[in-house]
């Protein structure tokens, strides 16, 4: 009994000492993600404004083959793209709130222009909105 405590009392300060990223599958093109809807307002480096949709959540983890991500933190930001007024309108409902996104292509932040850790050209809402 007393080997049984002790591998299950280590067993929890192994997961104690992993954070959320490292406990999980990385995130791939289709997968869902949850969280909440933000709104940012800010500016590229050469002057224009930028307004970008985030859906921030638990730091999650990307695929070991794109060189621009942090793997040791993993990623909490995700900047879904809305190029067009359709889209933009879809999402502002939701600010504040949490979300349900599927993800249909992703890649680590590149440029100044993807706002967050995460950019994320093709998604869909998915649940009830």
């Known amino acids: ?10 067993g929890f300060a192994a997961l104690l000492t992993c954070t959320a990223a490292e406990a999980q599958q990385p995130i791939e093109n289709g997968d869902i993600l949850v969280g909440t809807l933000r709104l940012v307002h ?7 404004k930028i307004e970008a949709y985030q859906v921030v959540s638990t730091p999650r983890t990307m695929p ?8 040791a933190k993993g990623v909490t930001t995700f900047h879904l793209f809305t ?23 992703l890649f680590c932040s590149q440029t100044a222009w993807h706002i967050g850790d995460v950019a994320v050209p093709e998604w869909s809402l998915a649940g009830k909105h």
């Open 1 to 10: 009994m007393r080997v049984g405590r002790l591998a299950v009392k280590a």
């Open 83 to 105: 190029m067009d007024e359709v889209a933009r309108k879809r999402l502002k409902p939701h600010i504040g709130k949490t979300v349900t996104v599927k993800m249909d292509a």
């Open 64 to 71: 070991a083959n794109d060189d621009f991500c942090d793997y």
């Open 42 to 48: 800010t500016r590229h480096p050469n002057g224009t």
